[in-house]
């Protein structure tokens, strides 16, 4: 059973570039998670982590090896997306339908009530159905509850459900 991390607040999270797609995942579920695209040196990883004060999730064992990782670093051991949201979860506690969709996916901006110049955004036979939709303030990405929403939902549901104690493991 891995060391799981205990917080007072919801841990602010780092994914190096190995683990994007689990970023956003964790964004999705509403977790803030920066997500190292450049393939920075470990050491200016860890050092980020350090300075924003998060948790740096990854894959990438030589990183464990340095001092400052100990408090700082959640080494994951599984290969699939699947399995590491379930290991993530354990480590650091994460509810899969923590605040689900109220992140941007993209730059990690809360979201806000989109206006009427973003709603004009969704496509018509979209918008006929949506009465109300999410903007980022940052990147403007507009963002409401289609059938892509609801199939991420009944993943995060599903993650929840299988990390929750007594889940299926």
Request: aromatic letters at 6%.
């Amino acid at each position: 059973m891995p060391h799981r991390m205990s917080f007072a607040d919801p841990p602010r999270l780092l994914c190096d570039e190995m683990l994007q797609g689990l970023g956003r995942w964790l964004r999705a579920a509403g977790y803030d998670t920066a997500i190292e695209l450049s393939g920075c040196s470990d050491a200016r990883l860890l050092e980020r982590a350090l300075e924003e004060q998060r948790i740096l999730v990854t894959r990438d064992r030589k990183l464990i090896e340095h001092r400052a990782a100990r408090e700082r670093v959640v080494l994951l051991q599984a290969n699939s997306l699947a399995d590491c949201a379930q290991e993530v979860a354990q480590h650091l506690g994460i509810d899969w339908c923590f605040q689900p969709f109220s992140r941007c996916l993209l730059c990690n901006q809360l979201l806000r009530q989109a206006s009427p110049e973003q709603m004009a955004q969704i496509p018509s036979e979209s918008r006929a159905r949506v009465s109300e939709a999410l903007a980022c303030p940052e990147c403007n990405k507009v963002y409401w509850d289609g059938s892509h929403v609801r199939r991420m939902r009944r993943q995060l549901e599903g993650w929840s459900r299988r990390t929750r104690p007594g889940g299926r493991a």
